[in-house]
Nanobody, 115 residues
Framework: QVQLVESGGGLVQPGGSLRLSCAASASIFSVHVLAWYRQAPGKQRELVAHIDTSGSTNYADSVKGRFTISRDNAKNTVYLQMNSLEPGDTARYYC?????????WGQGTQVTVSS
């Protein structure tokens, strides 16, 4: 059974940092390009960053230079290190494949950036 479980969100002040984790089933981790998405209230879900099986990464313009996606192959986990957080980063964050599979959506993890 494919499973993606996000964690690591929280409340942080502007300029702060958080690291999100996405624990993936072994069956998908080594095969698929995995990605982080976010959805703010009243907005569409957007792609934040993705990483392929070789470690190559890509980022949305809005997070370039501030966020870093990485993967730990031994733990079947993808991370999103978020630095210099801004109020505009407030959203629920999810992981999925770069090619989205609806059945893979988990509960996500809430990130709130506020003073």
């Amino acid at each position: 059974q494919v499973q993606l479980v996000e964690s690591g969100g929280g409340l942080v002040q502007p300029g702060g940092s958080l690291r999100l984790s996405c624990a993936a089933s072994a069956s998908i981790f080594s095969v698929h390009v995995l990605a982080w998405y976010r959805q703010a209230p009243g907005k569409q879900r957007e792609l934040v960053a993705h990483i392929d099986t070789s470690g190559s990464t890509n980022y949305a313009d809005s997070v370039k230079g501030r966020f870093t996606i990485s993967r730990d192959n031994a733990k079947n986990t993808v991370y999103l290190q978020m630095n210099s957080l801004e109020p505009g980063d407030t959203a629920r964050y999810y992981c999925n494949g770069l090619r989205v599979r609806p059945s893979w959506w988990g509960q996500g993890t809430q990130v709130t950036v506020s003073s």
